[in-house]
T-cell receptor
Framework: NAGVMQNPRHLVRRRGQEARLRCSPM?????VYWYRQLPEEGLKFMVY????????ESGMPKERFSAEFPKEGPSILRIQQVVRGDSAAYFC?????????????FGQGTRLTVV | TQLLEQSPQFLSIQEGENLTVYCNSS?????LQWYRQEPGEGPVLLVT?????EVKKLKRLTFQFGDARKDSSLHITAAQPGDTGLYLC?????????FGAGTRLTVKP
């Protein structure tokens, strides 16, 4: 059973381009969380999705950022017209249920650099 | 504003010393988890505590959940260089899983 897979591991974009970050949850997991981490800081919640539904996007900027988790395929975090301040590590985590006791498994992250 | 406040933010100690890090909140959580993150990797779960006052041990690590389920502590006995990393607490309520900013621990040989 493969773990949470994120790709690419490293992504370099010029200012104004679009960044697409992919997260394939563990098999059987229907809940996905996206987090952003700046160097030397903790994880900042961005969005929580279940299959085909956004449950909580309170941590995601209103503009330029969007997320989806389609019925088939990976979850996608999309950042349009990237700016230097978007440079960070983006982690996704998946869990099989919404139970508060459930472990969330993390991917290795995508490190986005905007030049 | 962080929902979960972790302290200290940075901690550097010598091998063999004991240490305690804290995770505090004004909110009550149905459960709380501790994760450890190494550079370049995602966080890995260490423990989940559910019951107020609960204590769990994992080798040299002791985790405690506060009686009111608002805070938690992690105590490491005889720290080793392999314990170096970012320790994150995460509080759970319904849909939410929110993290503190972490304590960055360095254990020097």
């Amino acid at each position: 059973n493969a773990g949470v897979m994120q790709n690419p591991r490293h992504l370099v974009r010029r200012r104004g381009q679009e960044a697409r970050l992919r997260c394939s949850p563990m098999k059987g997991h229907s809940h996905v969380y996206w987090y952003r981490q700046l160097p030397e800081e903790g994880l900042k919640f961005m969005v929580y999705l279940q299959k085909e539904n956004i449950i909580d996007e309170s941590g995601m900027p209103k503009e330029r950022f969007s997320a989806e988790f389609p019925k088939e395929g990976p979850s996608i975090l999309r950042i349009q017209q990237v700016v230097r301040g978007d440079s960070a590590a983006y982690f996704c985590a998946s869990s099989p249920s919404r139970s508060s006791n459930t472990e969330a498994f993390f991917g290795q992250g995508t490190r986005l650099t905007v030049v | 504003t962080q929902l979960l406040e972790q302290s200290p933010q940075f901690l550097s100690i010598q091998e063999g010393e004991n240490l305690t890090v804290y995770c505090n909140s004004s909110s009550v959580f149905s459960s709380l988890q501790w994760y450890r993150q190494e550079p370049g990797e995602g966080p890995v779960l260490l423990v989940t505590v559910v019951t107020g006052g609960e204590v769990k041990k994992l080798k040299r690590l002791t985790f405690q959940f506060g009686d009111a389920r608002k805070d938690s502590s992690l105590h490491i006995t005889a720290a080793q260089p392999g314990d170096t990393g970012l320790y994150l607490c995460a509080g759970h309520n319904n849909n939410d899983m929110r993290f503190g900013a972490g304590t960055r621990l360095t254990v020097k040989p």
